[in-house]
């Protein structure tokens, strides 16, 4: 059974930068087959991608986030990461970490972290 | 960017009853990028449809996705008490870009 587990601070200070990682489980983050990605949920609001990355190391973010994140990953720890730097108050939310095959010819994510609520202080 | 636009935003139906979700893209888009998810409070979205059409493992049949374009329905045909959450739907293009829309919440009348 695949998981996914988000890990980090919960609390970040306005202007820091805010890392999370995501251990993965039950599957080979190596495995040339997956997408692995990193969304989020402010309070009560949608979903919003933030970006993915492949086990080569290749990335693509959200052109609105783009100046601020980066995703990296670590095949030898089965893990993710995400640095998001200059954080604000609106970069308060859950953080999900989720899984897309991208073999398929679809796009969807299909399996999802439980989620970590991080939030920006000032 | 394209954007997703869902609606009704809410949506207050009693169990045994049919629901119809709708999902418009601002540009067409192909089905086989169209996800649909469910919310329920404290959870992580769940995958329920993808291709628009095809049911992820362990959905049952009571749920229903269609559409093509720009215009998508996700369709639950005898609501069970566990159907009540907050649906997503969610869209790939190539850029590459994935964007949810900002949710329809279905309630219990």
């Known amino acids: 059974q695949v998981q996914l587990q988000e890990s980090g601070p919960g609390l970040v200070e306005s202007s820091q930068t805010l890392s999370l990682t995501c251990t993965v489980s039950?599957?080979?983050?190596?495995?040339?087959?997956?997408?692995w990605n990193w969304i989020r949920q402010p309070a009560g609001k949608g979903l919003e991608w933030i970006g993915r990355i492949y086990n080569s190391g290749s990335t693509n973010y959200n052109p609105s986030l783009k100046s601020r994140v980066t995703i990296s990953v670590d095949t030898s720890k089965n893990q993710f990461s995400l640095k998001l730097i200059s954080v604000t108050a609106a970069d308060t939310a859950v953080y999900y970490c989720a899984r897309l095959p991208y073999t398929t010819g679809y796009y969807y994510f299909d399996y999802w972290g439980q989620g970590t609520l991080v939030t920006v202080s000032s | 960017e394209i954007v997703l636009t869902q609606s009704p935003g809410t949506l207050s139906l009693s169990p045994g009853e049919r629901a119809t979700l709708s999902c418009r893209a601002s540009q067409s888009i192909s089905s086989r990028y169209l996800a649909w998810y469910q919310q329920k409070p404290g959870q992580a979205p769940r995958l329920l449809m993808y291709?628009?059409?095809s049911r992820a493992t362990g959905i049952p049949d009571r749920f229903t996705g269609s559409g093509s374009g720009t215009d998508f329905t996700l369709t639950i045909s005898t609501l069970e008490p566990e159907d009540f959450a907050v649906y997503y739907c969610?869209?790939?293009?190539?850029?590459?870009?994935?964007?949810f829309g900002q949710g329809t919440k279905l309630e219990i009348k």
């Open positions: 039950g599957d080979s983050i190596g495995r040339n087959t997956y997408y």
């Open positions: 291709g628009a059409s």
């Open positions: 969610q869209q790939y293009d190539s850029s590459p870009q994935y964007t």
